[in-house]
T-cell receptor, first 117, second 109 residues
Framework: GAVVSQHPSWVICKSGTSVKIECRSL??????MFWYRQFPKQSLMLMAT?????????EQGVEKDKFLINHASLTLSTLTVTSAHPEDSSFYIC?????????????FGPGTRLTVL | GQNIDQPTEMTATEGAIVQINCTYQ??????LFWYQQHAGEAPTFLSY??LDGLEEKGRFSSFLSRSKGYSYLLLKELQMKDSASYLC??????????WGAGTKLIIKP
C-alpha cells in the first residue's frame, strides 16, 4: 500500500514552454502533498506544500507564478513549470501524506527528471 | 530556528557496521524518519522513531533520544547496494518534515 505515482518520469522541453507534472496517490487519500526539487548531488529542497482544495504554501525563494500547483482532489496534485528555462532543469519529486496516518510519514513518487534545452 | 545536522559523507567496508548520526533542533517534535535515496531515485522509507530507544528492522536499526535531540541509523553486514544517501527528517509541530542534507555512504569492497 501507500503508492505514489508521478507522470511523466522524464521530460525534455524547449526553453519558454510549460511543463505539467502529475502526482497521484494510488491507494490512499492525501490531504497534503509536497513538491520537492533536487539538483545533482544536493539534498531535497521543499518547494511547496499542497493542500487539497486550497492554495499551496510556497517556501521562501520559490516563485509561485512560475511553479503553479493545483491540488484538485484527494489523490491528485499537479505542478506546472511555466516558461521553463535551462536553470529549471532538475529532478522534481512529489510526496503524499495519508489522511489516516498521524505520524507525518510521507510516501514519495518516483520523481520526474526535467531537462530544459 | 530549525536545524538538522548529519555528516556529509561516510565510507565503510562491505560486511562491516556503520552508524550515521543525526542531531536536530526543531519547533515541536512528531517523530524522526530515516530515508534511503539511491542516486537518481526518490527517497524510500527506512524507519520511524517517536519514542526513545532502539527500533530494529533486519540489518537496519534506528535509535532516538528526544532529550538529547539525537538519533542514529545503524547498518549492519553492509552490502554494496547500501551505497546511497541517508536522509534524516524530523516531523515538526505541524507534521511538516524538516530534512537534513543527507549523508552519502560509500561502501568499499
Amino acid at each position: 500500500g501507500a503508492v505514489v505515482s508521478q507522470h511523466p518520469s522524464w521530460v525534455i522541453c524547449k526553453s519558454g514552454t510549460s511543463v505539467k507534472i502529475e502526482c497521484r496517490s494510488l491507494d490512499f487519500q492525501a490531504t497534503t502533498m509536497f513538491w520537492y526539487r533536487q539538483f545533482p548531488k544536493q539534498s531535497l529542497m521543499l518547494m511547496a506544500t499542497s493542500n487539497e482544495g486550497s492554495k499551496a504554501t510556497y517556501e521562501q525563494g520559490v516563485e509561485k507564478d512560475k511553479f503553479l500547483i493545483n491540488h484538485a482532489s484527494l489523490t491528485l496534485s499537479t505542478l506546472t513549470v511555466t516558461s521553463a528555462h535551462p536553470e529549471d532543469s532538475s529532478f522534481y519529486i512529489c510526496s503524499a501524506r495519508p489522511l489516516s496516518l498521524d505520524s507525518g510519514e510521507q510516501f514519495f513518487g518516483p520523481g520526474t527528471r526535467l531537462t530544459v534545452l | 530556528g530549525q536545524n538538522i545536522d548529519q555528516p556529509t559523507e561516510m565510507t565503510a567496508t562491505e560486511g562491516a557496521i556503520v552508524q550515521i548520526n543525526c542531531t536536530y533542533q526543531t519547533s515541536g517534535f512528531n517523530g524522526l524518519f530515516w530515508y534511503q535515496q539511491h542516486a537518481g531515485e526518490a527517497p524510500t522509507f527506512l524507519s520511524y522513531n517517536v519514542l526513545d530507544g532502539l527500533e530494529e528492522k533486519g540489518r537496519f536499526s534506528s535509535f532516538l533520544s528526544r532529550s538529547k535531540g539525537y538519533s542514529y541509523l545503524l547498518l549492519k553486514e553492509l552490502q554494496m547496494k547500501d551505497s546511497a544517501s541517508y536522509l534524516c527528517a524530523v516531523g515538526d509541530s505541524n507534521y511538516q518534515l524538516i530534512w537534513g542534507a543527507g549523508t552519502k555512504l560509500i561502501i568499499k569492497p
